[in-house]
C-alpha cells in the first residue's frame, strides 16, 4: 500500500469515513520527519495517529491510538489523506 493508492486497500466504509474526517478539517498539524508523519485527528476523543514511508511512498507502518480493532481505522485513513495532499503541494 502506497500514499498514492491506499484507497484501494482500505475498506469502503472506513475510507468514506476518514475522507469526511479530512474533508471536514478534523487531521490537526501533520508533522513529518525523515519520512515519519503524525497528527492528530478529533473526533467523539483525540486520536494520535504515526504513519511511517519509505523512500517510495510505501506505507510499511501505521499506529492509531483509538480502540478500533479492524485493520485500517477512519483515522489512519484521514491522516492518508492529509499526506498525500500535502506530498502534491
Not at 33 to 53: K, P, Q
Request: aromatic residues 12%.
Amino acid at each position: 500500500m502506497t500514499i498514492n493508492d491506499f484507497e484501494k486497500h482500505i475498506a469502503p466504509a472506513i475510507l468514506k469515513r476518514g475522507r469526511d474526517y479530512f474533508n471536514n478539517g478534523h487531521v490537526g498539524e501533520l508533522d513529518e520527519n525523515d519520512n515519519f508523519w503524525t497528527a492528530e485527528v478529533y473526533g467523539s476523543d483525540d486520536y494520535l495517529v504515526e504513519i511511517r514511508l519509505n523512500e517510495q511512498g510505501e506505507i510499511y507502518k501505521y499506529t492509531c491510538d483509538c480502540p478500533y480493532d479492524g485493520i485500517v481505522c477512519k483515522h489512519v485513513a484521514a491522516v492518508c489523506f492529509a499526506i498525500r495532499e500535502r506530498s502534491l503541494i
